[in-house]
C-alpha cells in the first residue's frame, strides 16, 4: 500500500524548500503527498521578503478537517513560525497521535532571515520534541535547542546528539551540512546506535532546500521500509543525486533549490 505522507510547515513560491519541496520529495519516494500550511512565505532563491503567518486555530482546522478522513502513515513538521501554531500542532498530535513524525526543527533560512520566533525555540525544546519520532537538526539549531556553542567535528557533534536525546529526543540525525570538507557527513543516533553518515560533498550553489529535503524524503521512506536507519541512509542518497540533478536547473539568481526526479517513462 502506498504511504499517506503528511507535511506540516511554510511555503515557497519558488518550489525548492517548505510544502513545495516537501510535496515532490514526497511523490518521487513513493509517497502519497499531502500539506497542511503553517506559513505563507514571499520568499525566492535570494531570500525572503514576507511572512504571513496563518492563525493558529486555522493550522488547527486543516489538520483535524484533514486526520478525520485520512489515515496518516508519517508526518514530515517544518517551518512552525510561532509558539501558538507549535502549541496547536502539539495539540492535534496528542489528539491523533499519527506514527513516524519527524521534525526539521527549522528556525533561520539559509538567506538569514528568521522563520521561528526567537521565543518559540523554548517552546519547541519542551513541548514538541519529545512528542516526535525522529528529530533533524542542522549544527546551529541543535546549539540553539540545548544552547550551547556550535560544534565543528563528528566527536563534538556524538556528544551534542547525545545531549539532545537528553532532552527527550527518541532519535536524531545531527546533519553536519555547515561544515567543510570533501563530504558531507551527519551523525545519526538512533535506536542504541550511532552512526556517521557519509555523502560526497557536491560542489554546487543549487542548496536551498537540502534540509526539508531531507527530512521528507525519511517521513516519506520510513513506512516503506524496516527501520529509521535504513530509511535514513536512503533518503542521504535521494539528497545527494537531488544535488546532482540540479545541475541541469536554471531557476533564480540565488541559492537554487534541488531537483526531485523519478523516471517512470
Ligand atoms: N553540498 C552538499 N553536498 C552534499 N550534501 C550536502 C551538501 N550540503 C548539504 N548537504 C547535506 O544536506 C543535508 C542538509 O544539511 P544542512 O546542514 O545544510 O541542513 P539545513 O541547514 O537544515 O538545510 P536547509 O538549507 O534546507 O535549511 C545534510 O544531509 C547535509 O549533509
Ligand atoms: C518554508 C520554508 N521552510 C524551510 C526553509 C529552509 O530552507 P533553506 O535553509 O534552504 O532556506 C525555507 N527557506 N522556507
Known amino acids: 500500500m ?15 524548500a517548505g510544502v513545495q519541496a ?24 535570494t531570500g525572503v521578503a514576507e511572512v504571513h503567518e496563518l492563525p493558529p486555530e486555522f493550522v488547527t482546522s486543516q489538520l483535524v478537517t484533514l486526520l478525520d478522513d485520512v489515515r496518516v502513515d508519517a508526518v514530515k513538521i517544518g517551518m512552525l513560525a510561532n509558539a501558538d501554531v507549535i502549541r496547536a500542532v ?7 497521535r499519527p506514527p513516524n513524525v519527524v521534525l526539521d526543527p527549522v528556525m533561520v533560512a539559509k538567506s ?13 525544546r519542551e513541548e514538541l520534541l519529545r512528542r516526535v519520532d525522529f528529530v533533524t537538526p542542522n549544527l ?5 535547542l540545548l544552547g550551547e556553542q556550535e560544534v565543528r567535528d563528528a566527536d563534538a557533534m556524538g556528544a551534542q546528539a547525545e545531549r539532545l536525546v537528553g532532552l527527550g529526543v527518541k532519535r536524531v540525525l545531527l546533519k553536519g ?11 545519526l543516533s538512533a535506536d542504541g546506535g550511532v552512526q556517521l553518515l557519509d555523502a560526497p560533498r557536491v560542489t ?7 534540509g526539508c529535503t531531507l527530512a521528507a524524503a525519511i517521513a516519506a521512506l520510513r513506512p516503506q521500509r524496516p527501520d529509521w536507519s535504513t530509511a535514513v541512509r536512503e533518503s542521504k542518497d535521494y539528497l545527494t543525486a537531488a ?18 526526479f523519478h523516471q517512470w517513462w
Do not use: C
Open 243 to 260: 544535488l546532482r540533478a540540479a545541475e541541469r536547473l536554471d531557476v533564480g539568481r540565488g541559492h537554487g533549490p534541488v531537483h526531485h
Open 112 to 124: 538569514g532571515d528568521r522563520l521561528l520566533a526567537p521565543d518559540a525555540v523554548e517552546v519547541l
Open 90 to 96: 502539539v495539540a492535534v498530535l496528542d489528539r491523533y
Open 204 to 210: 554546487t550553489t543549487n542548496d536551498h532546500g537540502t
Open 2 to 16: 502506498i504511504p499517506n505522507v503528511l507535511s506540516i510547515a511554510g511555503t515557497d513560491p519558488s518550489g525548492g
Open 22 to 45: 516537501d510535496l515532490k520529495t514526497f511523490s518521487a519516494n513513493g509517497a502519497y503527498g499531502m500539506s497542511v500550511m503553517t506559513a505563507l512565505v514571499a520568499q525566492t532563491t
Open 140 to 144: 546551529p539549531e541543535a546549539a540553539d
Open 177 to 187: 551540512g555547515h561544515l567543510e570538507g570533501e563530504s558531507s557527513v551527519d551523525l
